[in-house]
């Protein structure tokens, strides 16, 4: 998927969002649960920019992306810029959160 650099703030399109949910599947059911917390929260406002950072993060393997949601160790300023950074903040403060439970009324 292709994401345009010129307009970082733009909000992401419902296919472009719908191409990068399926890019972001995981083969460790920890990163899945973060990802999934993340874009519960935020795929309705989310950016091209926060999109591309995703990509970046999504080129990880996934141990190396576990890592990195789990605070044991921090991006490299060599491939991860500022959005890249924001994002991967975002990301962990959603994925430390435990999921709402449903509770139905009797």
Do not use: Y
Not at 8 to 29: I, Q
Not at 30 to 53: P, Y
Not at 72 to 98: C, H, I, N, S
């Amino acid at each position: 998927m292709s994401i345009p650099a010129n307009a970082p703030d733009t909000l992401l399109g419902e296919r472009a969002l719908s191409k990068l949910k399926w890019r972001c599947r995981r083969g460790l059911l920890e990163n899945d649960l973060f990802i999934a917390r993340f874009f519960e929260r935020h795929e309705s406002h989310m950016t091209v920019g926060q999109a591309g950072a995703m990509e970046t993060l999504m080129d990880l393997s996934d141990n190396d992306l576990l890592d990195l949601l789990l605070c044991r160790k921090e991006p490299e300023p060599a491939w991860a810029g500022a959005e890249v950074v924001a994002l991967l903040q975002l990301m962990r403060t959603d994925g430390a959160q435990r999921p709402a439970i449903f509770s139905p009324s009797s």
